[in-house]
């Protein structure tokens, strides 16, 4: 499956902790349920109050960033898999940063919510928020629109098709590892 992901950024620094991605005051909205899993959608990023440029739109919930560009330790914090899933809820399709708290990384790629990429130095210092993008996965590279530089990424590896089949679950039905 061909995966290109064409979209404005929203940029973060270092150490972006679950709480922040999704409060705690939120955790007992159930993603199962749809329309608990559409207002997690409309709580991401609650915890980085930006009134100048706010990550999810309060009419409908979603956000126009399908990338998050980040630096360090990206989802550190509690092991809650609710982030990924907010984040997912609200539009996001990626999250580029150099490293990943481990559960975050592995929360993403179970629940198939969105594909965590790693850089191999830090890049979100040279995007600004809205800036457009383009991620090729399948290349591992990320362009920026504006200026053509191309910047290379880490590989998914095994972890892709997980996510492209919608998480662990559905990657082992498709696979014919569980049926049903």
Do not use: W
Not at 87 to 111: C, D, E, H, M, P
Not at 136 to 142: I, T, V
Not at 166 to 176: D, E, M, S
């Amino acid at each position: 499956m061909s995966t290109v992901i064409e979209s404005s950024v929203y940029v973060l620094g270092d150490n972006i902790d679950t709480d922040q991605i999704i409060p705690a005051e939120y955790l007992n909205l159930v993603p199962t349920i749809p329309g608990e899993y559409e207002k997690l959608g409309s709580y991401a990023l609650a915890g980085l109050p930006n009134p100048e440029l706010p990550f999810v739109d309060k009419n409908t919930g979603k956000t126009r960033y399908a990338i998050i560009i980040a630096g360090e330790n990206f989802g550190c914090g509690s092991s809650r898999e609710h982030a990924p899933i907010a984040l997912g809820a609200a539009g996001v399709k990626a999250v580029i940063a150099q490293s990943y708290a481990r559960i975050f990384f592995r929360n993403s790629v179970a629940t198939g919510e969105l594909y965590p990429v790693e850089t191999a130095s830090s890049i979100n210092n040279e995007f600004e928020t809205g800036d457009i993008v383009n991620l090729n996965l399948d290349k591992a590279e990320l362009t920026s629109v504006s200026t053509g530089k191309v910047y290379k990424l880490k590989s998914l590896g095994d972890a892709k098709p997980v996510i492209d089949a919608g998480g662990i679950f559905a990657h082992a039905r498709k696979t014919g590892m569980i049926n049903r």
